[in-house]
């Protein structure tokens, strides 16, 4: 068996390599975040099935379970970083050549980093932990969204630093709350001391860990500093912000509400925040004739669309929204770097100068096209059965209230297929000005692109592949009962 | 007198939690918005001091004979804090990198003034 602890320590220790490779070559420094991935998706794959067996908890520096910090290698923590791995993995291939230009090094060292964190936050079981893995990740984003150095990039990394610390600030005072109330950083210990602690200082401890980790997880209306960083960021950081960033953030959310405090009296107003996400979100980037911000704002309502299955707490929609979850990374992250040559090609990143890009970059427009209708829930795409899975979950509540939500959720589906096909029919159907001359993205972006795009459509085809995963996923985050006994024994 | 006496440290963090929260919220420049980020951290980190904090308490350290455990400070706030120093160091270095390079971009610091991105 491998030990889980290396997902974190074999990436964190390449990262601090990457400058040292530099030195001999820039290119070999461009290399070390897709394998340093790689291993990742790897090992996160082999160790999988144990997990689902029996979750994986690993005690670091040898002392029994309160007094150390303790990694839980679940089901769900695991297939997360799994994602990450993956996504990280294919947008790393795609960034040897598309980040061409600054501080090189630079870049690949804070971009493992991202990794580390975003790995490190879905496997960890200690909450202070929780806070110095979430510092990394927002830390190299913050870094990263003003890579290019441009006015556009600087401002929206200054408010996404200035947003992204406040928030911080309120998670670990709600820590300290934590602690202060029941003595034990552990996420099992809490989980079973909760329920002696009085309600009130609870839920205000609560409530300073939901709002400090829901400024990364861009539930609404903490969201304002989304929509400037996603555009302003190059596209390989648009898209792994995108799809791996906000998710991590979800997923902490999820964590902290369900098995730490397992507070489920707060989970209406969570799937009401969830539906007011998704709205917000989805007019919003209806509005856009930005395409870098539509996609952001586009993340937005997908982020709430997710938090609303997520908070239905029923074990299939929990599911179904974890299923979301991925068809909504797969998609972003192959939208993101199809519009990234776009882009680059056109010189805008306005939504007319991509007409004529459907003969222009054929096979990149095919890419978009397809992560586009998996985005808005067209079969046989990855996005139809996770889509499908939520609303039959909503449904099968039978309560008038959740018949009413889901009827806001599907309308907002259909407003995102409106400025979904909107682009798709500008990069097919309408000309551009200038004589269409074929001039399709270089190979190294292609590649990574299609991988991901075979992906959608497996998991559109074969979602008993993924179901199969989600369920014991689910019942991880639910069950708060067997977390604890997991961790404490 | 004595709610004074038990509270003061937390009236005291939560004081500057406030205060540090207020001058981001109202401050158009960009220097005392950082520094708002840096009083309401240094409040933060009183508070988790204080959470620990006995008064006339001593370091937890065994080698010393006759020592009751409810003498002896809490040590794992103490060595949060020292984790959430160095992170606040690490943000703030990082906000007055991108201070540096904005007021070159734009000839000012004024939030008002840097407005590039519109919806």
């Known amino acids: 068996m491998v030990n889980p602890v290396l997902l974190l320590a074999v990436p964190l220790g390449l990262a601090f390599c990457v400058p040292l490779f ?3 070559s820039r290119r070999a420094a461009s290399f070390v975040p897709a394998i340093a991935a790689l291993f990742n998706v790897v090992v996160a794959i082999r160790l999988l099935p144990e997990a689902i067996e029996e979750p994986i908890v690993v005690c670091l520096g040898g002392f029994s379970a309160p007094f150390s910090i303790v990694l839980f290698a679940g089901p769900l923590g695991l297939l997360l970083a799994a994602l990450v791995a993956l996504a990280g993995f294919v947008i790393a291939i795609y960034a040897v050549r598309y980040i061409d230009t600054g501080a090189i090094t630079k870049y690949h060292t804070l971009y493992v980093l991202l990794l580390v964190g975003a790995t490190g936050v879905v496997l960890t079981g200690d909450i202070f932990n929780l806070f110095v893995f979430f510092e990394i990740l927002c830390i190299s984003s913050y870094a990263l969204v003003a890579y290019l150095g441009d006015r556009g990039g600087l401002e929206a990394s200054a408010k996404y630093l200035i947003q992204g610390a406040v928030g911080s600030g309120l998670l670990l005072l709600g820590i300290g709350m ?14 079973e001391r909760i329920g002696a602690v009085p309600s009130v200082p609870a839920l205000v401890s609560l409530a300073l860990i939901v709002v400090g980790l829901g400024v990364e997880a861009a539930i609404f209306p903490l969201n304002a500093w989304l929509p400037d960083a996603h555009s302003s960021a190059p596209s390989t950081i648009s898209a792994i912000l995108s799809g791996i960033a906000i998710e991590v953030g979800l997923y902490a959310v999820a964590r902290m509400v369900f098995t730490v405090f397992g507070a489920t009296d707060m989970l209406f107003f969570l799937v009401f925040l969830g539906v007011l996400t998704v709205l917000v979100g989805e007019l919003c980037a209806l509005a856009q004739s930005n395409i870098k911000r539509m996609l952001a704002y586009s993340s937005i309502g997908q982020i709430g ?19 979301q979850l991925i068809s909504h990374t797969l998609s972003k992250v192959v939208l993101f770097l199809a519009v990234g040559y776009m882009i680059l090609r056109s010189g805008s990143k306005e939504i007319s100068s991509l007409e004529g890009m459907g003969q222009q970059m054929p096979l ?5 096209a397809v992560a586009a209708f998996s985005l808005v829930g067209l079969p046989p795409f990855a996005g139809f059965p996770s889509k499908f899975m939520i609303v039959r979950a909503a449904v099968a509540e039978q309560e008038v209230i959740f018949l009413v939500l889901v009827a806001v959720v599907l309308v907002a589906t259909v407003i995102e297929g409106a400025y979904f096909f909107r682009v798709v029919q500008s990069l097919y159907f309408k000309r551009g000005e200038k004589q269409a001359v074929r001039q399709e993205a270089p190979s190294s972006a292609l590649i990574p692109i299609f991988v991901v795009v075979v992906l959608i459509i497996v998991f559109g085809f074969y979602p008993d592949a993924v179901v199969r ?14 977390y604890i006994r997991s961790v404490l024994g | 007198m004595s709610f004074l006496q038990d509270y003061a440290y937390y009236i005291g963090a939560f ?18 918005v950082i520094i708002g980020v840096s009083i309401f951290d240094t409040g933060i980190n009183l508070f988790l001091i204080a959470v620990g904090y006995i008064r006339n308490g001593t370091a937890p350290i065994f080698s010393r004979a006759g020592l009751e455990p409810g003498a002896m400070v809490d040590p794992v706030p103490q060595a949060l804090v020292l984790t959430s120093i160095v992170i606040g160091v690490a943000v703030l270095a990082l906000a007055l990198g991108i201070a540096v390079r904005l007021y070159r971009e734009y000839g000012t610091l004024d939030l008002r003034k840097i407005r590039e991105l519109r919806w």
Do not use: C, W
């Open chain 1, 469 to 482: 995963v989600l369920e014991p996923a689910a019942s991880d985050l639910v069950r708060s009962t067997d």
């Open chain 1, 305 to 323: 669309l997710i938090l609303f299955a997520v908070s239905l707490a029923s074990s299939e929609a929990v599911a179904g929204g974890l299923f």
């Open chain 1, 178 to 191: 934590v602690y202060g109330l029941t003595g034990t950083l552990n996420m099992a210990g809490i989980a």
């Open chain 2, 15 to 32: 004081g500057l939690v406030f205060i540090g929260l207020l001058i981001v919220l109202v401050q158009h420049n960009l220097i005392k």
């Open chain 1, 22 to 24: 530099g030195m001999a």
């Open chain 1, 364 to 368: 990149t427009s095919l890419a978009f």
